[in-house]
């Protein structure tokens, strides 16, 4: 979750880190052979044999690599600021989330509208969204699926339908959560994933983001260099080049829209490849910890209650403290046994500077509490039973 484990200090060897590599052994020799090949290391034929690989397992038509999953936040905004569908540039923002999730609606020149946190998925709180919705029409509603517990995507989309906004389904911390069977970052017109290490999957740094919507898949693969026409379709393509009467002289290097560069590499395209193929096998290990720890921590602590018909995917297992007392107390003791913690995500965005220099705090109950009470335990595919018996063994301990 976003630019490595926080550590709280102590002399204890770690034992049990909140990040770890799913790029094994395996797959680094793997490289290495292919490296041995002298293949083209830049984006090249390996990235659309990635973005088909991804979209097949997700069940969406079309993904876009890029190389963050900040990078495919900004993209998904970006797609839908040019897509000329808004009606208004308002949009609702998560209060749990990550500063990605919400930075580029800054960038952008939208207006960002911060929505409590549901208290028991952590995502967008649904009476606060259906009040902001009422009050402010805004075009554009940004969730997250938190930590890869489901939201409750029944009454999400119900709202969706009733106020006729435009979903962007950030699903940085969820690749292999699903709802009712249907995987997270389907629901949404956009939707992103983050391929960065210690996440569900890795590519060592790297996004996706994923659509079913061709003409925004368009946008996406422009915008994602420099506005060019090279990865468009050949029909697409063509189009661009008679609609604006491009010479062939010209017609490699010619910018319809304003771009970025966010490309990854072929040589995370192919660890990706890789990593695609274990997707399942990750997921079906994170999901036992998760349950595990569920089972451990019930009455104890609390923790997300998923909905039902949910499959949990979490890259770290989140609880709350009763207090900011009781969360010292069981951070030290985590410190003690060697055990990783840090906060749960960035707690309560709107607490941040980014955000409270430019709009003031947006404090709300159920966020804050996550901001103040708020920690992580280790869930990584390598974790045992025992292990998982251990860790909740010193939390209770610390209670
Ligand atoms: C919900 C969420 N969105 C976006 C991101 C950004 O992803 P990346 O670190 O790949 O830029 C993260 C990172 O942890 C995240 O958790």
């Not at 770290?316 to 069981?330: E, P, T, V, W």
């Not at 607490?351 to 990584?380: K, Q, V």
Request: hydrophobic share 45%; charged share 20%.
């Amino acid at each position: 979750m976003g630019a490595g484990a926080m550590i709280v200090h102590t002399d204890k060897p770690i034992k049990y880190h909140l990040a770890e590599d799913t790029i094994d052994e395996r797959d680094v020799d793997a490289l290495a052979a292919w490296l041995k090949g002298y293949p083209r290391l830049t984006k090249g034929p390996l990235t659309p044999e990635f973005e088909a690989a991804w979209s097949a397992w997700l069940g969406a038509e079309h993904s876009v690599f890029c190389n963050s999953g900040s990078s495919a936040n900004l993209l998904m905004y970006y797609a839908m600021l040019r897509s000329g569908r808004l009606r208004n540039m308002k949009v609702v923002v998560p209060s749990v989330g990550w500063v990605t999730s919400v930075a580029p609606a800054m960038q952008l020149g939208f207006t960002p509208l911060m929505c409590e946190a549901d208290p028991d998925t952590y995502g967008l709180d649904l009476d606060h969204l259906e009040r902001l919705l009422k009050e402010h029409d805004p075009a554009l509603v940004l969730m997250v699926q938190v930590l890869g517990v489901p939201h409750k995507m029944d009454e999400l989309m119900k709202l969706k339908e009733r106020f006729g906004f435009t979903l962007l389904e950030d699903a940085c911390a969820a690749a292999g959560a699903a709802y009712k069977g249907r995987k997270v970052g389907t629901f949404g017109e956009l939707a992103s994933f983050s391929a960065y290490f210690g996440h569900q999957f890795s590519t060592i740094e790297g996004g996706l983001v994923s659509t079913s919507d061709a003409a925004l898949h368009e946008l996406l693969l422009m915008h994602r260099s420099h506005g060019w026409s090279k990865d468009l379709s050949p029909g697409a393509h063509e189009a661009l080049v008679k609609k604006h009467g491009i010479d062939d002289f010209h017609t490699p290097f010619v910018f319809y829209e304003a771009g970025f560069n966010l490309r990854a590499t072929d040589l995370q395209a192919f660890i990706g490849l890789g990593q695609v193929k274990k997707m399942d096998w990750i997921a079906s290990r994170r999901r036992e910890n998760h349950a595990l720890f569920a089972q451990r921590l019930a009455g104890k602590l609390d923790f997300q209650r998923p909905p039902e018909g949910s499959t949990v995917c979490s890259i770290s297992f989140g609880a709350l403290a009763k207090d900011g007392a009781q969360r010292r107390r069981i951070v030290a003791a985590l410190a003690a046994n060697g055990i990783e913690t840090r906060i749960f995500s960035a707690g309560n965005l709107g607490l941040h500077p980014f955000w409270t220099e430019r709009y003031g705090p947006a404090s709300f109950p159920m966020a804050d509490r996550i901001h103040h009470c708020g920690f992580f335990l280790p869930n990584n595919p390598s974790l045992k039973p025992a292990d998982v018996d251990f860790i909740c063994g010193v939390v209770t301990g610390a209670l």
